[in-house]
């Protein structure tokens, strides 16, 4: 346990459905990100927030939108998805931006059907 | 643009035995940092080691050691006697200070321990 939770664990949904992953940090931290996992490509880093502000959209579709009502809590909302988003979702936070270790939490594994 | 590679998709060793986990990366800039990161089965994410560019003795974390080699852009990562628990997908990564920090990660190796 990195102190980094992640909820649901496990996420399947039709592509006309609306939902969203949560990540929870209990660290001080105020970085937090999302990454997105496919299998057999490197981590793609989706969003940055720093101090509850984006700094970065990876060039990420409309139809990921992410939220960051304050610095312990991290949104990804999700809506009308493609069976190519089905991937795991990670969220990590760390103590800045630059430099210092990012935890990551447990994931959501993503299935769009 | 900065990327990280590792080539070896997936290794395997014996219990007890060492390991290397090859790692190469590019960057223009002078001052980054590089991790090893390793991902079990229950696909959570943990800082195995970090080396600071400046810093030109190898970082060690009780088995685990980097050779890291500046000039050559290359970052491996040595497991020594190796443990059941080690089974698991290893990333290195990259964080430049240009890159808002953002972690570049490689395509990852997937590592058996037999026993």
């Known amino acids: 346990e990195t102190g980094v939770t992640q909820t649901p664990r496990h996420l399947v949904m039709g592509m006309t459905n609306k939902k969203s992953l949560k990540c929870e940090q209990h660290?001080?931290?105020?970085?937090m990100y999302w990454y997105k996992q496919s299998a057999k490509k490197p981590l793609e880093l989706m969003f940055v927030y720093s101090l509850e502000e984006r700094v970065e959209n990876n060039s990420v579709p409309s139809r990921f939108s992410p939220e960051c009502p304050n610095s312990s809590h991290l949104f990804l909302h999700l809506h009308t998805l493609q069976p190519e988003d089905s991937a795991l979702y990670l969220c990590?936070?760390?103590?800045?931006?630059?430099?210092?270790?990012?935890?990551f939490g447990q994931g959501t594994r993503l299935t769009v059907v | 643009a900065q990327t990280v590679t590792q080539s070896q998709p997936e290794m395997s060793v014996q219990e007890a035995e060492t390991v290397t986990l090859s790692c190469t990366y590019d960057?223009?800039?002078?001052?980054?940092?590089l991790f090893w990161y390793k991902q079990p089965p229950s696909r959570q994410m943990i800082l195995v080691i970090r080396q600071e560019a400046y810093k030109q003795q190898n970082a060690t974390e009780n088995r685990f050691s980097v050779n890291f080699q500046k000039a050559a852009k290359s970052f491996s990562l040595k497991i020594s006697d190796s443990q059941l628990g080690d089974t698991a997908m290893y990333f290195c990564?990259?964080?430049?200070?240009?890159?808002?920090?953002?972690?570049?990660f490689g395509q990852g190796t997937t590592l058996q321990v037999k026993p």
């Open positions: 960057t223009s800039e002078n001052n980054y940092y």
């Open positions: 990564a990259l964080a430049t200070s240009s890159n808002t920090g953002k972690l570049i």
């Open positions: 660290l001080g931290h105020n970085a």
């Open positions: 990590a936070s760390s103590q800045d931006n630059w430099g210092t270790e990012a935890f």
